[in-house]
């Protein structure tokens, strides 16, 4: 099957979170832990599957939001945020809660939609909508 390297840190909890921000660290860590299930990983492919956040082009080009200081900007001067993603994100050190504190921003509960998995399709389908008022959505680097 194929999976992201960077899934296991989900797989296997308990390890140092800064693993996980190296590709090849966190590769080689995943591999060795499933290797001790009989879970071979193949070489991987040249590929980044990072988390990035995406805004409709009339919202950036209405609150001048190009970057992620921008967006914390807007958020600190009271600027209206509805962000949808994956529970798994918004509760890692590694996704929203790093972003939060990176960028020194705070969206409280009403200002996220959580979903229990990163279902691409139906966050993207949720911003183009305006589903719920959401205006930014949780994607990933391999999205089309």
Same mark, same amino acid.
């Given at each position: ?26 590769? /080689? ?6 290797? @001790?299930?009989?879970? *071979? ?5 040249? @590929? +980044? ?10 919202? /950036?080009?209405?609150?001048? *939001? ?6 914390? /900007?807007?958020? +600190?001067?009271?600027?209206? *945020?509805?962000? *949808?993603? @994956? ?14 504190? /990176? ?22 389908? @949720? ?18």
């Amino acid at each position: 099957m194929v999976d992201y390297t960077g899934s296991g840190q989900y797989y296997h909890e308990g390890q140092d979170s800064s693993l996980w921000s190296d590709p090849e660290a966190g590769y /080689a860590k995943t591999k060795e832990l499933d290797a @001790a299930k009989g879970i *071979i990983w193949l070489t991987p492919a040249p @590929a +980044n599957n990072t988390e990035a956040l995406a805004v409709r082009r009339q919202f /950036a080009e209405e609150t001048g *939001i190009r970057d992620l200081p921008a967006l914390a /900007a807007y958020v +600190n001067s009271g600027g209206r *945020i509805k962000l *949808i993603c @994956a529970q798994s994100y918004a509760d890692n050190s590694l996704g929203h809660l790093g972003l939060e504190e /990176a960028y020194s921003f705070k969206l409280d509960k009403s200002q996220l939609v959580l979903l229990s998995s990163g279902n691409t399709a139906e966050m993207l389908k @949720a911003l183009a909508e305006g589903t719920n008022d959401v205006n930014v959505s949780l994607v990933y680097g391999t999205d089309g």
